[in-house]
């Protein structure tokens, strides 16, 4: 006998990348910073871990909204504290999806949103991107049933972007709210947090796993009207930030000059990879994140994901059915960029 909903029982679950837990590998595939934090993180942490663990964490994260109003040019009330983004995408979900009403998202994109929407006992609706990874007119169809809509960008497995006067124009035509998901924004050339101020459908979350090199930590927020914080804090857990992780993303988020010499280095870096995947006969999506999407026209995908695991080397094989096959690859550092292309180019 099952104990659960039936809408759980029937879910296959959200996937995430492979952590492998022995051996050494490259690890090129769950598009994690290869470069260590800011030395000021590590400092907040020691300090925090002394100071702070015998009592409750800030249930709002303060110290951190403080920070992060300062950075975006808005009030406190305008920033929402989150357990990772995903945690950011878990309150909206529950708070703006009632059962068995919509859920709207690009397709291909992160498949964690569909997974949210069961969860929620709601419906998701899968919109195709076009070929040249835009957005038709369906993406903001009306539907009386329609919740929210999730815009990954830039998205990902593509690395593709929408400018923020595409974003305004689509959120202009949709009846409900919409999240901009910039869990990759760091690595791009434009960002969407000013539209917040301009429409209060728009909403963006951000995360620090990213450029900030913390997806060990777990930290996200969320960019929106007060009105609509003020909704969201009824939905979160009490305490979903620890006192450890409220003091190191304010770290982090202080330490703007990090951030730019990471993202300035990981950026070169991916033109670097870029054309030499071209160069082997990859076609490879321009990329406004910290990964490359790639296929080629000649091999076989998934045999050349499994010779590079057996080489210890991870990177992320993505099957969509209604799409097609292609390699997700992490920007890493230079030695392992290096590596992973002398052994695909000794496989191909």
């Known amino acids: 006998m099952s104990y659960v ?35 000021k993180v590590v400092r907040a942490i020691q300090e925090a871990a002394e100071t702070s663990l015998i009592r409750y964490p800030d249930p709002l994260g303060t110290p951190f909204r403080i920070r992060a109003a300062e950075l975006w040019g808005v009030e406190p009330d305008w920033i929402l504290c989150g357990n990772g983004s995903d945690d950011i995408l878990t309150i909206l979900t529950r ?11 690009p397709y291909p994109s992160y498949v964690l949103y569909k997974t949210l929407a069961e969860i929620q006992g709601a419906r998701s609706q899968e919109v195709k991107f076009q070929a040249d990874w ?15 809509t999730y815009l990954p960008n830039p998205n990902s497995p593509s690395g593709t972007i929408l400018s923020p006067d595409q974003v305004l124009e689509l959120a202009s035509k949709l009846e409900g ?7 990759y924004a760091d690595f791009a050339d434009e960002h ?8 209060e459908r728009i909403m963006v979350s951000r995360t620090l796993s990213k450029g900030y090199g913390l997806a060990g930590l777990r930290f996200g927020y969320l960019i929106a009207q007060p009105h609509l914080i003020a909704e969201l804090q009824k939905v979160k857990d009490s305490y979903n930030c620890d006192a450890l992780s409220i003091a190191a993303a304010t770290a982090a988020i202080d330490d703007q000059i990090w951030l730019q010499d990471n993202v300035d280095r990981v950026r070169q870096t991916r033109e670097r990879m870029f054309e030499e995947l071209m160069q082997m006969g990859f076609s490879v999506q321009p990329s406004q994140a910290n990964f490359l999407w790639c296929t080629h026209p000649d091999w076989s995908l998934k045999t050349l994901f499994e010779e590079m695991k057996a080489k210890r080397i991870l990177i992320r094989y993505m099957l969509y059915p209604e799409w097609g096959e ?20 000794s496989l191909l």
């Open 5 to 39: 909903r039936p809408e759980i029982a029937a879910m296959a679950g959200y996937v995430p990348g492979e952590q492998p837990q022995a051996g050494k590998f490259i690890k090129l595939n769950t598009n994690e910073n290869p470069y260590p934090p800011s030395s």
């Open 95 to 105: 708070a703006m999806v009632a059962e068995r009403k919509l859920l709207r998202l």
């Open 134 to 148: 835009t957005l038709a007119d369906d993406f903001v169809a009306p539907d009386p049933d329609l919740g929210i």
């Open 177 to 183: 709210p919409l999240l901009v998901d910039e869990a």
């Open 192 to 199: 969407c947090v000013s539209l917040v101020k301009q429409n």
């Open 326 to 345: 292609g390699l997700r690859i992490t920007v890493g550092t230079d030695e392992q960029v290096d590596a992973c292309l002398a052994v695909m180019r």
